[in-house]
């Protein structure tokens, strides 16, 4: 594909065509989450399931369309499209693998990020799955995959790792999804792995501001992981400039520095931001509502002297220079 820039030319390929390469990138999306690239996992199937027509684009269904759309011999082509129903990728696990992707993503970059305004979103659609759950004013068990889903998200959110385990992977769980894996113990347990790794991520980000010092052994015991591969996750955070902090060796402590501002410092700074914009936005509209003939302008808001024009007024009228 590197080579070929396939994913480029494929929409002016042919309806069969493009149905095998969904398939085709569907199941290298479900291969690399198999081993652990979660990154890569998720990259492969946002194309998929960010359009909501997962089961169209694999050739698995029909969606339901109005009559004016879709006529008897067109409504014949799409099906003679479909694959068998032996070929029929489970579209639950489908979703369970991207959502679970999204997730170990996102709510490590939604922490690092918690007060950034121009934070980007990595997945639209997980997204809207956490506003639905927020949305519900009486939270129960979890039932459904999507809600075991966003009871998982939360837990991360405070470094929980244990309640986000317990989530993803449980009886109701493994009958759904897990259990449809070749080697499925192996695929769980990779689970356990990436859940731990990135809940302390978002337990760092987080509570970065309450330590002074933390000890590297303590976050080890609390998130279960061995001292090396705590050594390596916090390591490549401060190089990558995500957490400002310093490693002391011979102690094995990870040294905080105070230089973001906090809490009530970032809720400030976006205050002043709205309100800057409010202000921009006030002054575009006012432009418009008086025109070419009011206002100010632009390089001199208070009016002033414009070299040729005169002096302009803030009534809103030029008054030209006396010719004595």
């Keep these: 594909m590197l080579m070929s820039h396939l994913q480029d030319n494929i929409q002016h390929a042919d309806p069969p065509v493009q149905i ?19 990154k890569d996992a998720h990259n492969a199937l946002l194309d998929i399931q960010s359009s909501g027509r997962a089961k169209e684009l694999l050739g698995q269904g029909l969606l339901l369309r109005s009559l004016q759309e879709r006529n008897a011999e ?3 082509v799409e099906k ?3 694959v068998p129903f032996h070929m029929h990728v489970n579209l639950e696990l489908l979703e369970c693998v991207y959502l679970v ?10 922490a690092a990020h918690e007060f950034d305004a121009r934070r980007r979103m990595i997945s639209k659609q997980f997204h809207h799955q956490l506003r639905v759950g927020e949305r519900q004013p009486l939270l129960g068990p979890p039932e459904s995959m999507r809600e075991h889903v966003v009871a998982a998200s939360k837990a991360m959110k405070t470094g929980d790792w244990r309640r986000c385990h317990r989530f993803v992977v449980n009886e109701k769980m ?21 859940i731990q790794e990135e809940s302390l991520r978002t337990y760092l980000f987080t509570y970065s501001s309450v330590y002074d010092s ?12 061995d001292l090396p591969t705590v050594h390596g996750i916090i390591s490549k955070m401060i190089i990558n400039e995500e957490l400002m902090a310093s ?32 202000v ?22 208070d009016g002033g002297y414009r070299k040729g024009d005169g002096y302009l007024r803030r009534g809103g009228f030029r008054q030209e220079r006396s010719n004595y």
């Design 280 to 301: 921009e936005n006030n002054e575009r509209v006012l432009d418009q509502r008086q025109g070419a003939y009011g206002g100010y302008f632009r390089d001199q808001k």
């Design 101 to 110: 992707a999204a997730m170990l993503l996102e709510i490590p970059y939604m």
């Design 214 to 225: 933390i000890s590297m052994e303590t976050l080890a015991a609390m998130f279960e992981l």
């Design 247 to 278: 490693l002391d060796q011979p102690t094995a402590t990870v040294m905080m520095h105070r230089t973001e501002p906090t809490a009530t410092q970032n809720l400030a700074l976006q205050l002043a931001e709205k309100l800057g914009n409010l």
């Design 20 to 38: 095998l390469y969904n398939r085709t990138m569907v199941q290298l999306g479900i291969c690399a989450f198999r081993q652990g690239l979660i």
């Design 80 to 82: 003679r499209r479909q």
């Design 74 to 76: 067109q409504e014949k």
């Design 174 to 194: 493994n009958g759904k999804v897990w259990d449809l894996f070749p080697e499925a113990d192996q695929v769980r347990a990779m689970l356990v792995r990436k």
